[in-house]
């Protein structure tokens, strides 16, 4: 290079150096505590709602693993958290790091609450979320601050450690909602519950109270059609107050009672007498009419379109639900009673289906029951393949029968090794399938009349809470995070 052509290179330099900024030296772009905010929240949706698909393929490519594949069989599944960030969520993603301590923290605060906000509606399948929804909401919100505030700080002294990030989420998490459910008063004390019987009595009380308030009467030619139509239909009947004396009677109670002012609670009493003025002894004809007469009536009611009456309708319902409700109560406690006074018939689990069979045969006693309710009862009598299966062996438990007893001690003397093991087998037998049938009545009952939970408190909220956090921290930690790069 001659020097002319060092000259000119020298001065290119020169004005490239005092004209534009050397790449390496560029400023970083710009962001804020907003969009980093933001940024967080809609990436901890994306954690949260692609959790259980990262999961399953997490799962998959662990097997992959153990068969000695160097790479994953599944990268990016559909529904899976980079799926949602990298796609629908990216325009709402900012690709600028933070650039600030507050940034930062600020950044991990937003994931936390988005993925809260993924997570709490689970929440709502227990009851005391639902008794208390306002408490819950502001404890997973405090829950979430805290969390993402822990895990921030825990990032700030440990950078790029997974661990330490889960750790500093679960502590500050449970810290912040522990906090506010002590301050909201959900915390500290056993949730309040009220038996399903005793609600649903209360129910039917505090309907029919209203009904018997209702003073109002209702016009003459609604009710006057309401007759028109039972007598009209027993016509078609043919009935004949020589052949169906008591129903005869009902009828001609009706027709005469129905011309006085009548209330919503008159018309209620009026229909309850078509059944139990009739005599114990009447024919299977005479209950079939007066049935007839009841279903007409509470058609009536049901179809007014009147508050009192809806009223009416609840309680009756309720009362129909603690009825039968009760009925399967008590036949639990006498199976209860029946196998512990004789300690044999394989047990409390032939007593159980016994006395539950009694009332499905019983028709009387089976009208408390919707036909779901019956096809629920039938399958706890009919029990399912596993129930069988221990119920037979649980016929050779030593504590089944004096039979099974002194087969299982002249065993254990004849062969210990062998009888010992084949007791312990059949007992616990036994107790599994007692315990079974129990949780299928118990099923049953909560069904038709379930627990009313009052008040929110130590087993209602906090666990509910610390089970979405974990949940939470696990979302966060099945994915390539940009916080562990």
Do not use: C
């Amino acid at each position: 290079m001659n020097d002319i052509d060092l000259a000119i290179a020298i001065a290119k330099a020169k004005k490239a150096k005092g004209g534009q900024t050397d790449a390496m030296t560029a400023p970083p772009p710009q962001t804020n505590m907003v969009e980093q905010s933001m940024s967080g929240v809609n990436e901890g949706i994306g954690q949260m709602a692609g959790f259980p698909v990262d999961a399953v393929s997490g799962a998959i490519n662990g097997v992959g693993q153990m068969l000695g594949r160097d790479k994953p069989l599944i990268e990016n599944p559909v529904g899976g958290s980079k799926w949602f960030n990298d796609g629908m969520l990216n325009p709402t993603i900012s690709d600028v790091e933070p650039q600030t301590r507050g940034q930062r923290i600020g950044r991990r605060v937003g994931e936390e609450l988005g993925a809260s906000a993924v997570a709490a509606p689970l929440g709502l399948a227990s009851a005391a979320v639902r008794a208390a929804p306002k408490a819950f909401a502001a404890t997973e919100a405090a829950s979430a601050l805290g969390s993402g505030t822990g895990a921030a700080v825990a990032n700030e002294i440990a950078p790029g450690s997974a661990i330490a990030d889960i750790v500093g989420a679960l502590s500050g998490g449970i810290a912040g909602g522990g906090m506010a459910a002590r301050q909201l008063g959900v915390n500290g004390t056993k949730a309040n519950i009220r038996p399903g019987i005793e609600d649903q009595k209360l129910r039917a009380n505090d309907a029919y109270g209203t009904v018997r308030a209702d003073q109002r009467t209702m016009s003459p030619q609604s009710i006057d059609g309401m007759t028109d139509d039972i007598a009209a239909s027993m016509q078609k009947e043919r009935i004949n107050p020589r052949l169906q004396p008591g129903s005869s009677a009902v009828l001609d109670a009706l027709m005469t009672d129905s011309k006085g002012p009548m209330r919503i609670e008159d018309v209620e009493n009026m229909r309850r007498l078509t059944e139990q003025g009739l005599p114990a002894t009447a024919s299977k004809s005479d209950q079939r009419l007066s049935g007839m007469m009841k279903g007409q009536i509470t058609d009536y009611l049901d179809n007014l379109g009147d508050p009192i009456a809806d009223n009416l309708k609840d309680g009756r319902n309720a009362h129909r639900r603690a009825s039968a409700a009760s009925s399967i109560d008590e036949a639990s406690t006498k199976a209860t009673r029946r196998a512990a006074s004789t300690g044999s018939g394989g047990n409390e689990i032939n007593a159980m289906r016994q006395n539950l069979r009694s009332i499905l045969d019983n028709p009387r006693k089976a009208r408390s029951f919707t036909k779901s309710e019956i096809e629920l009862m039938d399958q706890v009598v009919q029990g399912t393949a596993g129930q069988n299966a221990l119920r037979k062996l649980s016929r050779f438990a030593p504590t089944s029968g004096g039979l099974s007893a002194m087969m299982g001690i002249g065993g254990a003397m004849a062969s210990p090794a062998i009888a010992l093991p084949i007791m312990g087998a059949t007992e616990l037998a036994k107790m599994a399938g007692e315990r079974s049938t129990r949780g299928a009545v118990d099923a049953l009952m909560k069904s038709i009349a379930p627990d009313k939970v009052l008040s929110a408190g130590d087993s209602g909220i906090m666990p509910i809470i610390q089970a979405l956090l974990a949940g939470r921290a696990t979302a966060g930690a099945t994915q390539d995070d940009r916080r562990t790069k």
